[in-house]
Nanobody, 121 residues
Framework: QVQVVESGGGLAQAGGSLRLSCAAS????????MDWYRQAPGKQRELVAT???????YYGDSVRGRFTISRDNAKKMVYLQMNSLKPEDTAVYYC???????????????WGQGTQVTVSS
């Protein structure tokens, strides 16, 4: 059974910082892309950042230059460093990972339960 669990959410003031962590656990052969998504009340879920197994990154326009995604392949973890936070960054942040549980099985995407980030003005 594979699990993806986020941590590190909370309350921050505008201009402040938070760091989110996400850990994948269970029977895992390999992890390809790992992403952070977010969903604000009344809005669609949006892609915040992606990091490939080789370390290539992509950022959404609204966070580029403020957020940094990184990963530790050995620990099966992905991180999101969020700086210069704005009230509009308030959302539930979700971790997603493309995981193969064995060489004989196809990639499957796994989602965490989400962690709340609230930024006050």
């Amino acid at each position: 059974q594979v699990q993806v669990v986020e941590s590190g959410g909370g309350l921050a003031q505008a201009g402040g910082s938070l760091r989110l962590s996400c850990a994948a656990s269970g029977i895992i052969d390999s992890i390809v892309n790992m992403d952070w998504y977010r969903q604000a009340p009344g809005k669609q879920r949006e892609l915040v950042a992606t990091i490939t197994s080789g370390g290539n990154t992509y950022y959404g326009d609204s966070v580029r230059g403020r957020f940094t995604i990184s990963r530790d392949n050995a620990k099966k973890m992905v991180y999101l460093q969020m700086n210069s936070l704005k009230p509009e960054d308030t959302a539930v942040y979700y971790c997603r990972a493309d995981i193969r549980t064995s060489t004989l099985r196809p990639l499957k995407d796994y989602w965490g339960q989400g962690t709340q980030v609230t930024v006050s003005s």
